[in-house]
T-cell receptor, first 111, second 113 residues
Framework: GESVGLHLPTLSVQEGDNSIINCAYS??????FIWYKQESGKGPQFIID?????DKRQGQRVTVLLNKTVKHLSLQIAATQPGDSAVYFC??????????FGAGTTVTVRA | DAGVTQSPTHLIKTRGQQVTLRCSPK?????VSWYQQALGQGPQFIFQ???????QRGNFPDRFSGHQFPNYSSELNVNALLLGDSALYLC????????????FGDGTRLSIL
């Protein structure tokens, strides 16, 4: 599978491999985090969220890991499929109102 | 169950004009947030509305204003349009409360000539 230790703007993955997308957040007061997937011409689509009292949460084919010590978030996608090709954003919620988005990662799935 | 809907999908205006964008939240949601997304960037928070009042505002000038109606739908108004206002404008709705995910519409693509 593909993995990156630091945030990269692009990620190329072989179909069937696992993907890991990394994100560093900025506000230590943030207590809620969301991963979104945005396809071309569409709005961001909710994938999975996690609260700061957790360090791991799993969904269907996706897992989010949270490391509050280093303010790092990652999204793992199992068995990456062509339909997973998109831009992925992490977002932090520093208060009850706005979301602050990180720089997106463009994932391209190779057949 | 209808998600967040926005209208229009595309809009072309000229500098100095004014524009109104509309948003209907996901069924059951009471809070609406607006974001601006420039090409190749993440969405930037404009403001959030709850109970027909602006609750928080991002770093946007007063040319950007909004409104929320009793049925929770919302409008974003932009006056004196500048070329730099060209962007995708996204509406997100959520339930009031802690750790409630915001769900986005597909946006209005605004082009300023």
């Amino acid at each position: 599978g593909e993995s990156v230790g630091l945030h990269l703007p692009t990620l190329s993955v072989q179909e069937g491999d696992n993907s890991i997308i990394n994100c560093a957040y900025s506000n230590s007061a943030s207590d809620y985090f969301i991963w979104y997937k945005q396809e071309s011409g569409k709005g961001p689509q909710f994938i999975i969220d996690i609260r700061s009292n957790m360090d791991k949460r799993q969904g269907q084919r996706v897992t989010v890991l949270l490391n509050k010590t280093v303010k790092h978030l990652s999204l793992q996608i199992a068995a990456t499929q062509p339909g997973d090709s998109a831009v992925y954003f992490c977002a932090e919620n520093p208060n009850d109102y706005k979301l602050s988005f990180g720089a997106g990662t463009t994932v391209t799935v190779r057949a | 169950d209808a998600g967040v809907t926005q209208s229009p999908t595309h809009l072309i205006k000229t500098r100095g004009q004014q524009v109104t964008l509309r948003c209907s939240p996901k069924s059951g949601h009471d809070t609406v947030s607006w974001y601006q997304q420039a090409l190749g960037q993440g969405p930037q928070f404009i403001f959030q509305y709850y109970e027909e009042e602006e609750r928080q505002r991002g770093n946007f000038p007063d040319r950007f204003s909004g409104h929320q109606f009793p049925n929770y739908s919302s409008e974003l108004n932009v006056n004196a349009l500048l070329l730099g206002d060209s962007a995708l404008y996204l509406c997100a709705s959520s339930l009031q409360g802690l750790a409630q995910p915001q769900h986005f519409g597909d946006g209005t693509r605004l082009s300023i000539l």
